[in-house]
């Protein structure tokens, strides 16, 4: 489509009601649209006009009129006539891809779009004007749309009855010189719908990534010619029928399941009743659904010094009134809690008829010491580390290094027995027990 025609306007004349700056302008590009020689039955998206308007500062696309130099007539060849503006790739793609505004209505000859207030800003908009053909037209009849000269009869800036050429909210008008497709387009009837589908993926972009193992794709099909038969979702070119739906796939989705990761080639084809058939374009599409997972360490956390020799069965045991942590006084009267119940239980299970209450005051006194350890002899593992450990006397733990080594000490059933300890606690062991395998002494046991 090569430029035709550049005109540049200055408002020089105002006129009653219209409020513009002295000096606006706006320029128009036309552009020569290549032509086919026929346009066929029940078609659509036929391109005849193409023109951009370049505000200098925004402006608003009000009303459109057009004529058919041609013969074609409406009713017998032309069903409507649809203006667009670009969207998508630049440039005409029509269905589910550029953006109607506006159907004409045909009056007196004149083809006229009214109220489309489509907004322009300064970096401008390009409008198409496509036109929609009927079933049973008369061959030969002819297709050459024209923007005709600006006549704002009235003067008044807008369009009315009549008038003709192009309308802006600004009140600029044009062409100033008549705008005419290069040549006439025929109306060729046939027999049989050649033309396949037109099908467009409305919600995939190039290289987009989905984050899911499902993903409903939506499209839009329409067929040239006469009507869709069946559309197919295709992935790696394994194509899957789409659901039938009630508009002939005019819009419809398709629910994508059970996706691999990786990357995927994405695209729908649509046949119609005569089997013709084409494809959307092609998207490649990455599917990541594995989660960012932060990786646990292997080894456990730097040990702590061993602990002190306390023995933790011989004390006392206290709690607030009101609250259900409980501590350990050792013989040295420092406090130590347990972090978990699962620690109090390793010594006296459910058994709490030791625990005394005492005052706020008298607990405040007990200076606060370490964690009370598992008892010597139990099993325990925190989640990120995926080891058991048998903990022996005075916090310090040994890594059970074998399924075997623990069903020789601890017996068939050691796994029930294993304790989680949440990983804050972790440090309160010290890891420089004997690994246990199966041929160690185990005291406790
Ligand atoms: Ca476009
Ligand atoms: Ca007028
Ligand atoms: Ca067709």
């Not at 079933?135 to 704002?152: E, H, L, M, R, W």
């Amino acid at each position: 489509m090569k430029k035709i025609i550049i005109i540049a306007l200055m408002l020089i004349l105002g006129f009653p009601g219209m409020t513009l700056a002295a000096g606006e302008s706006v320029s128009i590009e036309y552009y020569q649209v290549t032509l086919p020689d026929y346009f066929y039955p029940s078609t659509f998206d036929n391109l005849v006009l193409d023109f951009m308007v370049l505000p200098e500062t925004t402006d608003t696309l009000k009303d459109l009129v057009v004529k058919n130099d041609g013969s074609a007539r409406y009713i017998y060849e032309i069903s409507k006539l649809v203006l667009w503006e670009d969207a998508g790739m630049p440039g005409f793609q029509g269905f589910a891809v550029d953006n109607p505004v506006g159907e004409a209505e045909y009056f007196n000859g004149n083809w006229v779009f009214t109220n489309v207030n489509s907004a322009i800003t300064s970096a401008g908009k390009r409008y198409f004007v496509s036109v929609e053909t009927r079933k049973n037209g008369t061959a030969a009849k002819s297709f050459q749309f024209a923007i005709p000269v600006y006549n704002d009869a009235n003067l008044n800036g807008r369009y009315d009855a009549g008038d003709e050429g192009i309308f802006l909210d600004s009140g600029l008008g044009f062409p100033m010189t008549k705008v005419t497709s290069e040549k006439g387009v025929a109306f060729k009837d046939y027999l049989m719908d050649i033309h396949a589908p037109v099908s467009v993926i409305t919600n995939l972009k190039q290289g987009q990534v989905i984050d899911k193992n499902y993903f409903s794709i939506l499209g839009a099909s329409k067929d040239q010619g006469y009507s869709v038969m069946t559309v197919e979702l295709c992935v790696d070119d394994v194509c899957h029928a789409v659901p039938e739906n009630n508009n002939n796939y005019l819009t419809w989705q398709y629910d994508w399941t059970a996706i691999s990761d990786g990357v995927h080639i994405v695209y729908a084809k649509a046949t119609d009743v005569n089997q013709n058939s084409a494809e959307s374009e092609r998207y490649t599409v990455s599917v990541e659904t594995t989660p960012v997972v932060v990786i646990p360490p292997v080894t456990p956390p730097t040990d702590n010094p061993p602990a002190t020799a306390i023995d933790y069965t011989v004390g006392r045991w206290v709690k607030l009134a009101d609250q259900k942590a409980v501590y350990f006084l050792d013989s040295s009267n420092t406090r130590h809690a347990y972090p978990t119940e699962k620690v109090w239980k390793s010594y006296w299970g459910n058994d709490f008829s030791k625990v005394t209450t005492i005052s706020a005051t008298e607990m405040a006194s007990f200076e606060l010491g370490r964690n009370v350890p598992f008892k010597e002899g139990t099993l325990m593992k925190i989640p990120s580390v995926p080891k058991v450990y048998y903990v022996y006397n005075n916090a310090v733990i040994g890594w059970v290094k074998s399924e075997n080594a623990a069903n020789v000490h601890f017996g068939a059933g050691w796994a029930k027995t294993v304790v989680d300890l949440p990983e804050s606690f972790f440090t309160d062991y010290s890891t420089t027990g004997p690994d246990i395998d199966a041929q160690i002494y185990l005291d406790a046991n």
